[in-house]
């Protein structure tokens, strides 16, 4: 027997009904035992909860895992755990905490065929995809690892000749950490590596749907030298969340809340928060439009549609969600596109490699955008590619044309592979649209005119903008929206800055 079969630790299978014949196998979930956890993490032990909630594969919806069901009791003992630990982590030198934040991106690193199959099982995203995601997570262990010993105050000249101005940057305190599903990993590291680079320790509650990847971290944590009581994971089910929630955004011991999710959730905790008055950075819903100008590149135009509609079949904030294309190009770009999903889109299980396109999330998803679907054909719209959901919550890959701007699909964010093509015919006509929402996470054009790109880049209401490119993130530069698609900035430079308060500090009396 080899040392991995010894290690394999729960072995799940099932077969995907509805799918092609080549398709159907059986899928069984493979991963080093260690990183398999199922306990909740909380200062620095594996703890139970009284019960336990199913971890499911969304493709086949077998049980993956049964994980502790955290309660409020379990919250607070994380949050009293990691108060406790700050009153050192704070202490310990940025260079040490440097060391450990590296040491945890090497281990990740080490594991990443591991936990690129944690997501796969448990959130449906094509292994190539979750792959990437692990290079992606990892990469803000690495960044803010070097971000932790760049950390300068400010000695400000001062009007007084016997007083001098500093400015000494200090880490907030406790951050709850609140994720989604959709990057299980990424997610938790984006804010998790800046918060303990700043000195911050942290308690995690991840998705329902995903908490054996934020489980994995804890043990690479643990393994890494991460002391106890800085990195404390509580998982809990959907029916436990708001009470776990409560906890999280309303502990006085509490500084900081750090959310990814929706807009509505987003709502809701920072209520919550306003009692305490705590520092909150809100990554939340977005509703990207994507321009095609009449002088783009058309075959680049076409790829960037391709990376940004369809990864993780569509359930990304930053995925182009209104397909707005000029006149001149429209019946091109519509024909071209066409026959790249028909060329590139592969339905199927995450872990076949043959995959782009896994399951979305759970039937509610599914049906969401069928919804969609239904109304934009109920107003006009022309069904060009797939249009039908699959059993299960698998979705066919979507082209609609003739679309207009009073359609559902325009109007809110899809969360699935529908591609909805809108005519226009001046530049003002498409910022007006694109600007036309609450929302302004991401944007994307394609344009050859370098004054219109100028334009439209400063134009475009969103936090984010992709010019003549459809694949943005990465830990160098900021990640965050405008209007009600949140508040502050992950990775980058400012990324730390959200777990920093500055204080003030005269130094006066100096006799000049
Ligand atoms: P969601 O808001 O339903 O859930 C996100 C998290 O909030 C989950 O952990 C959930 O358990 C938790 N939650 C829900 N109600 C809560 C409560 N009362 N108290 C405490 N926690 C609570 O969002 P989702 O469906 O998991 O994710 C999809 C949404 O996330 C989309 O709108 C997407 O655009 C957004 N998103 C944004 C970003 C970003 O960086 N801006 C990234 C990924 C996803």
Redesign the pocket.
């Given at each position: 027997m080899s040392l991995r079969t010894s290690l394999l630790l729960r072995q799940v299978s099932a077969r995907l009904p509805g799918l092609p014949a080549a398709m159907q196998r059986l899928y069984s979930l493979d991963v080093a035992a260690p990183l398999l956890r199922t306990q909740g993490y909380l200062g620095g032990r594996w703890v139970s909860a009284g019960s336990e909630f199913p971890v499911l594969d969304p493709a086949t919806g077998q049980e993956l895992a049964r994980v502790a069901d955290c309660g409020p009791a379990e919250a607070k003992r994380a949050v009293d755990a990691a108060y406790e630990a700050f009153q050192s982590w704070k202490q310990v030198t940025a260079k040490e905490r440097s060391v450990l934040l590296r040491k945890w991106f090497d281990l990740m690193t080490l594991h990443k065929d591991d936990l690129a199959k944690l997501i796969t099982f448990e959130c449906g995203k094509p292994l190539r995809e979750s792959l990437g995601e692990i290079s992606y997570s990892a990469s803000f262990m690495e960044w803010f690892s070097e971000e932790a010993r760049r950390v300068y105050g400010d000695i400000v000249p001062s009007p007084a000749r016997d007083r001098k101005i500093l400015l000494l940057k200090q880490p907030v305190g406790v951050a709850s950490i609140?994720?989604?599903?959709?990057?299980p990993s990424a997610?938790i590291t984006r804010k998790v590596g800046a918060a303990l680079a700043a000195g911050c320790t942290v308690v995690v509650?991840?998705?329902?749907d995903t908490p054996l990847s934020a489980l994995a971290l804890a043990e690479l944590a643990e393994q890494a030298g991460i002391p106890a009581g800085v990195f404390n994971v509580v998982p809990c089910s959907?029916e436990k969340?708001?009470a776990?929630?409560?906890v999280?955004?309303t502990d006085p011991l509490v500084a900081k809340i750090s959310?990814?999710?929706?807009?509505?959730?987003?709502k809701?905790?920072l209520k919550m928060a306003a009692d305490t008055v705590k520092k909150a950075s809100m990554?939340?819903?977005?509703h990207a439009p994507f321009i095609v100008f009449d002088s783009a590149d058309i075959d680049e135009a076409v790829k960037g549609a391709m990376a940004s509609k369809f990864r993780n079949s569509g359930q990304?904030?930053v995925c182009s969600n209104r397909f707005l294309v000029q006149s001149g190009v429209y019946e091109r770009f519509l024909d071209r596109l066409g026959r790249a999903m028909d060329e590139e889109l592969r339905i199927g299980h995450g872990s076949e490699p043959e995959t782009t396109q896994g399951p979305l999330i759970n039937a509610r998803a599914a049906e969401k955008v069928s919804q969609q679907i239904s109304d934009a054909v109920s107003r006009g719209a022309k069904v060009l590619r797939g249009g039908n959901r699959l059993h299960g919550s698998f979705m066919e890959p979507t082209l609609l044309s003739d679309v207009t701007a009073e359609m559902l699909c325009t109007r809110e964010?899809t969360?699935g592979p529908l591609v909805p093509v809108l005519r226009f015919n001046t530049e003002d006509e498409a910022l007006a649209v694109a600007n036309a929402s609450n929302v302004g996470?991401a944007g994307y054009f394609y344009s050859q005119d370098l004054a219109q790109i100028w334009r439209v880049a400063e134009a475009l209401e969103v936090g984010i903008v992709g010019v003549n490119e459809g694949l943005l993130s990465t830990p160098e530069a900021t990640?965050?929206?405008v209007k009600q698609?949140?508040l502050g900035r992950?990775g980058s430079k400012y990324g730390i800055e959200e777990y920093l308060d500055v204080k003030y500090m005269c130094l006066g009396g100096l006799r000049p």
């Open positions: 609140i994720t989604p599903w959709n990057f997610m509650k991840p998705a329902e959907r969340t708001p776990v929630g409560k999280l955004c959310f990814t999710g929706s807009t509505a959730t987003g809701i905790l990554e939340l819903g977005g990304t904030c964010e969360f996470l990640f965050g929206g698609s949140g992950e």
